[in-house]
């Protein structure tokens, strides 16, 4: 017996620490995923007017926070009773595909090509792992010209979003109401001549390396596969009526199955929480209790029907139809791209219905009381908000993040989460380099900062912080 420990094992958002059990012949026998660090959005946002909820919670990721200010506004809509215009529904799908395909792109290329891919021999890519390396020195040269050729694309993407949305990667035009943007007729072209880029840039270059880095390593088709049960709330409306590009649901054990909000719990038996476990996030409280006996991190357990279900790409596409060819570490990287050529070529379809000078943004003013919840799909896959407004501030605010979904811990049931069952019967050829380790963590994309975290500039966990209001 043995363990492994890497700390932190994420390149973006490095909050997250995986160890593992390997038994006589290193094969992985048991796997926790720790969330380091706590940051207390939910409690901090008690008190406030529900419509600073789309712009504080927008600051709990910067991968995603277009989600998180949809999702937002979507539960003080529905507090409110109210449902956006199609123009802003639009807009906001143009937004949101912006991100997506940022954060698709950062993915595939800044956060896991690099486990597959020698790296120059300089800073930042030194020192690093060496251990199975299959391309040779062209390929890895064309994919590392490729690295930094993203880069670019990913701004562009960043750029183009900001046309509706303001600015990114935290948007000031998303908010309960709409989308404040008036779109002018330079505006859609701008927006057109940047997604036409970046829709090349996907259906040739990424579509060539994500194709050949499943063809080279062909064997991770069976790598990484987890329970295989996956979830979606759904993303990207395409009219008032709640139909979506990608709709909800689940898949278990293979059978595709419908998604009602209520069959979620969350739990906390191995979480650093004493609030009580096992509730829908709707009645749901966060009490921090850091060192309690047997937790190991801060990212709570949420489950639908008492089981684990991964969220993400393969989810949203295995829903529409699109990718169905198995649950594990290249199927998750071939769903990505899969996804995000979609969603670059809907993009233009929307563009085409938005309509020049329209301003359909309907200021709300304040719920007085109420409750709502907003649900939609992070790149990571499934977030929710839940929201209780009375006196017309906030009361009670739950967040479900995807990377909770895919990196939770034990339940209190025992059952483990998705990337801990996903890691559970790898063989680690190297030890010293447990590669394979990384590649299954990677292909989930964790971003832990959606689940966590305040620490003392000495290092030291705040678990009795105190956020004060910021009296605005």
Sequence with gaps: MSTIVLDPITRLEGHLKVSVTLDANNVVTAAQATGNLYRDFENMLIGRGPKDASFLTQRICGVCPVSHAIASAKATEQAAGFTPSLQSLLLRNLIQGANFISSNVLHFYQLALMDYVQGPQMHPWTPGYTQDFRFNATDSQVLINNYVAALSIRRQAHEMGAIFGGKLPHVGNVVPGGVTAIPSATDITNFRNYLNTITTFIQTT???????????????????????????????????????????????????????????????????????????????????????????????????????????????????????????????????????????????????????????????????????????????????????????????????????????????????????????????????????????????????????????????????????????
């Design 206 to 472: 990424y579509a060539t390396d994500v194709n050949k880095l499943a063809s080279t390593y062909s064997d991770y088709y069976t790598v990484g596969k987890g329970y295989g049960n996956l979830i979606s709330f759904g993303v990207f409306d395409t009219n008032t009526s709640g139909n979506k590009l990608y709709p909800a649901g689940t898949v278990t054990n293979g059978t595709i199955g419908s998604f009602t909000q209520t069959n979620i719990k969350e739990y906390v038996g191995h979480s650093w929480y004493s609030s009580p476990s096992g509730s829908n996030p709707a009645s749901e409280t966060t009490t921090p209790s850091f060192g309690k006996a047997g937790a190991y991190t801060w990212l709570k357990a949420p489950r639908y029907n008492g089981a684990a279900y991964e969220a993400g790409s393969i989810a949203r596409t295995w829903l529409s139809g699109e990718y169905r060819r198995d649950v594990s570490v290249m199927d998750r990287h071939l769903a990505r791209y899969t996804e995000t050529n979609k969603i670059a070529g809907n993009m233009q379809t929307w563009l085409n219905q938005v309509v020049v000078g329209q301003n359909q943004f309907t200021n709300l003013g304040t719920p007085a009381s109420g409750s709502g919840i907003g649900l939609t799909e992070a790149p990571r896959g499934a977030l929710g908000h839940w929201l209780s407004v009375a006196s017309s501030k906030i009361t009670k605010y739950q967040i479900v993040t995807p990377t909770c979904w895919n990196a939770s811990p034990m339940d209190d049931a025992g059952i483990v989460g998705p990337m801990e069952k996903a890691l559970i019967g790898t063989k680690v050829v190297n030890t010293a380099q447990p590669v394979e380790l990384l590649r299954i963590v990677h292909s989930f994309d964790p971003c832990t900062g959606c689940s966590v975290h305040v620490m003392s500039p000495e290092g030291l966990e705040m678990s009795n912080f105190v956020v004060q209001p910021l009296g605005v």
